[in-house]
């Protein structure tokens, strides 16, 4: 009987680190773990607020006519990769998919955005933060982040695969995760 116990006991534990195995809930910033959700709520709130984001909502308002939607994290997924590039670069950044009405100043409306946030700094870039001269040439993290920017994640198709190199960690944030984010942005 005690063998039937310790059997079954064994399996609830492996379906549960199967359960939360492919999921990012903390992550490490400046040497201390810090709650991915909290983390996100803070920064896309500074990036929602910067002078940047309110200008390409204004450009989409007085185009369309009508109030921009609040921006709406969609998916989140964490990237962690060493050793890129001939620099031998490593990341640890967030990509975060959102939903939000924006324009350009040539007249292109947009309903959606990929954001890179950097969990080392916590920066949040956009395809507006790249500059130019960022090669893509993995030398640098910021030709790490505009491949990010202009790579397999923009759009829809993105089915979960490698953005980088097969070696890299690829886990995303839980449904509910993102649900509290969304709450905590729209306050």
Known sequence: MKKWIALLLAAVLC????????????????????????FLVEHLGTYMNSEGYLEREKIFEDGIGADAKELTV???????????????VSIHFLAVKADCDWGKAEGDYYSNILLVVDYETGKVYDEFMIDPNWSGQWETKEDLINSTLRGTLVGEGYDGGTIFV????RTELSEKDIAKINEALQK
């Open 15 to 38: 379906l549960s680190l199967v359960a939360c195995g492919n999921k990012v809930e903390d992550i490490e910033v400046n040497g201390e773990t810090v709650s991915v959700t909290d």
């Open 74 to 88: 969609t998916r989140v997924i964490e990237i962690s990769a060493d050793d890129l590039g001939p620099n031998r």
């Open 166 to 169: 097969d070696s890299e960690t």
